[in-house]
């Protein structure tokens, strides 16, 4: 009896799998593709650098007063719009227009001190004139003495007293010159000196002046158009001379400071033409032009520059910032904001151009040559 195994009818042997080949279009199409993309990217680099480490700036005032005092009117709120010259706070102006009265009392005082010394250096000059008269006739009467002594016909005390009268009308003489030379002096050595060229009179007049200044400056405004920060300055609150009591952004100039890598400012300059984005407008796009090229990087303007020859040491490409003034943007364009990222692309090639065109010699036509 034969065995099931035995009957069952062999099975078919599988088929070989056939492998698919590649087309030799596609081995070469492939590597080449690669190669061009690469190719363009190395080309669009070395025509422009981009980077989206960049920031939108803004003028940034810390607003504080010339003057110290209690605040009286707050007139601007947070996030408000602001014009140049607009109140923004009111400082009490009532001790400052006493020191202004006080100062105007002092220049009267000033003024009429000068006319008070004039009157003295006309007065001593009478006294000088009399004093020397006085001298005279005790010289004669001396004179007068010492004959007759002479001839023993005076007593010797007459003499003395003829010669005390003498020492007499020199020192009046003397205090009298003293007391006009005094007067002169506040006067400038001279009578004549007008009040006004007075170096007392002067700093009264500077002092009024400064007072005058100081009332005015009771009234803080706004130093540029812009906008307020945050701010809680509130009525009642007392601030010192520069203190500061709130911040203002101002809205012109807005400008793009970019931060490049060292390696990519090989062919930058000045002048150059770029393309900015803000990340908070996509598809809104500024054009804008190379202001200027920091003279350092960031981190020597910092508070504790890297000690690179002290301890181990590793390379980093430091970053320059690069300031990019904007030119245009779209009609309807929005409001750019202080610390809004940006993504800056510049066109290496438009300063080349322009070097290339002021470096070309000119042009002679025909009918110039000889």
Known sequence: MTSTSDSAAPEAAPSPVRKRRV?????????????GFFGWEWVQSSRQVGTDNAYVKAERILVAPQVGGRVVEVAVGQNQPVKKGDLLFRIDAQPLEIALAQNEALLAHMANSASASRAKVSGAGSSIQAARETLAWAQRDLARMQQLAGQQLVSRK?????RHAVAEARTDLADAIASQSEAAATLSGSAGTATEDLPDYRAALAMVAKARLDLEHAEVRAPADGVIGTH??????????????MPLVATDPVWIEANFKETELTR???????????????????????ASIAPASGAEFSVLPAQNATGNWVKIVQRIPVRLE?????????????????????????????????AAPPVQSAAGRH
């Open 23 to 35: 087309p030799l279009w596609l081995w070469i199409a492939g590597p080449l593709a690669v190669a």
């Open 232 to 245: 809680d300055l509130q009525v009642g609150e007392f601030l010192a001379t520069g203190q500061t009591a």
């Open 158 to 162: 007459m003499l003395d007293d003829a």
């Open 268 to 290: 930058m300059k000045a002048g150059q033409t770029a393309t900015i984005e803000v990340d908070s407008y996509p598809g809104v796009k500024w054009t804008a032009h190379v």
């Open 326 to 358: 904007i030119d245009s943007s779209q009609a309807d364009a929005p409001v750019l904001r202080a610390g809004m990222s940006a993504e800056v692309k510049i066109d290496l090639r438009s300063g080349e151009a322009d070097t290339a065109t002021a």
